[in-house]
Nanobody, 120 residues
Framework: QVQLVESGGGLVQAGGSLRLSCAAS????????MAWFRQAPGKEREVVGS???????GYIDSVKGRFTISGDNAKNTMYLQMNSLKPEDTAVYYC??????????????WGPGTQVTVSS
C-alpha cells in the first residue's frame, strides 16, 4: 500500500517562502502522476499544480511564477517550492498520486495534509 505524508508547512509572513515535501513509501513516486492540492477555510479543495509521469508540470494561474514542483527520485519525495506567498495562499496543502501517466482524477493515494498560514 502506497502512503504519502506531507511536511514543511508553517507560519510565514506575506512575501515569504516555504518548501513543502511529500514523501512516498510503499512505491516509487517516479512511476506515478502527482499533484498538489489545497483547501482554504470555507472553500472547496482545489488543485495547485501537477506533475505528469514524464516529469512535465503545470500550475493554476494564481500560483504561476510563484510555485514550483520538483522531485528527488533517490529520496522518493516530491516538493512544492512556494515563493512570494500571499494571505490567500493560507490553506491545508495535500499531495496526491495516481497510478498512471496523467495527473487527472481520480487520485489513488492522498497524504493527510500540512497547514500553511500566511500572515499579512
Amino acid at each position: 500500500q502506497v502512503q504519502l505524508v506531507e511536511s514543511g508547512g508553517g507560519l510565514v509572513q506575506a512575501g515569504g517562502s516555504l518548501r513543502l515535501s511529500c514523501a512516498a513509501s510503499g512505491g516509487t513516486f517516479s512511476t506515478y502522476a502527482m499533484a498538489w492540492f489545497r483547501q482554504a477555510p470555507g472553500k472547496e479543495r482545489e488543485v495547485v499544480g501537477s506533475r505528469w509521469r514524464n516529469g512535465d508540470t503545470g500550475y493554476i494561474d494564481s500560483v504561476k511564477g510563484r510555485f514550483t514542483i520538483s522531485g528527488d527520485n533517490a529520496k522518493n519525495t516530491m516538493y512544492l517550492q512556494m515563493n512570494s506567498l500571499k494571505p490567500e495562499d493560507t490553506a491545508v496543502y495535500y499531495c496526491a498520486a495516481r497510478r498512471g501517466p496523467i495527473p487527472i482524477p481520480p487520485y489513488d493515494y492522498w497524504g493527510p495534509g500540512t497547514q500553511v498560514t500566511v500572515s499579512s
